[in-house]
């Protein structure tokens, strides 16, 4: 039995059709993209700000929520937060959103290395449960052309780990789910993957993460001639 976190999938089918997987779906945040925690808390430290004040208000589940579901811009998210902090803080706490919202991220180029690689054997989907800022900030990180499709729960209108989120993806991809391959770092995102039949994996390290890849070849290996 896989350990929670483990590559997981669905028993079933021969070995050398279960190792097919022509399709690739990577997560971006916790995977290809890293975000500093230092940033926020600098900015908070600027302007006067308790810590954890911007984050603890822009993660709050209905204010996420409504962000990477599409049901606000990203935008509308972000001068919520601003606007609430500025009524508790003064415009200070506006200023500290401002500068928070500067950041999008950093590249983990080891991980982009890899996603380079897999684009010449299988094609490569970007996931994200992100916000309508997302094509902004892939165009910013140089990363726009770094993927065959890309998929924003805030345009689908779902978000991982639903199931319609899952099928939504695998129709745009035209392929079923014993084709493909399953990255994320949330552990519920990977159990929701593997319980629809993909092969998912959930994200730790580089050195894991190309393991399990090698292991998943894009074509059934043959057999080597005899004589």
């Known amino acids: 039995m896989s350990k929670p976190g483990d590559s997981m999938s669905k028993p079933g089918g021969s070995m050398s059709h279960w190792q097919m997987a022509t399709v690739l779906i990577i997560d971006l945040d916790g995977v290809v993209r890293n975000w500093d925690p230092s940033v926020a808390r600098a900015a908070e430290e600027r302007h006067g700000l308790p810590a954890g004040s911007i984050e603890g208000e822009a ?17 509308e998210w972000r001068s919520g937060v601003a606007e609430t902090l500025a009524a508790r803080y003064g415009p200070l706490g506006a200023q500290a959103v401002q500068e928070w919202s500067a950041s999008c991220g950093t590249v983990n180029v080891a991980v982009l290395d ?27 990180l140089g990363l726009d052309r770094e993927f065959d499709a890309v998929f924003n729960s805030s345009a689908l209108g779902s978000v991982k780990p639903d199931e319609a989120a899952f099928r939504a993806v695998l129709e745009a991809l035209g392929t079923g789910p014993a084709d493909v391959l399953f990255v994320d770092d949330t552990a519920g995102h990977v159990a929701a993957a593997a319980a629809l039949g993909l092969r998912a994996h959930q994200f730790r390290s580089v050195a ?6 090698a292991a998943h070849p894009p074509e059934p290996e043959q057999p080597e001639p005899d004589g």
């Open 208 to 213: 894991a993460l190309a393991e399990f890849l």
């Open 59 to 75: 993660f709050a589940a209905d204010a996420l929520g409504a962000a990477i579901t599409g049901k606000v811009s990203d935008e």
């Open 114 to 140: 890899l996603v380079r690689q897999q684009r010449g054997l299988r094609r490569v989907a970007l996931f994200s449960n992100a916000t309508t800022r997302l094509t902004a900030d892939l165009v910013q």
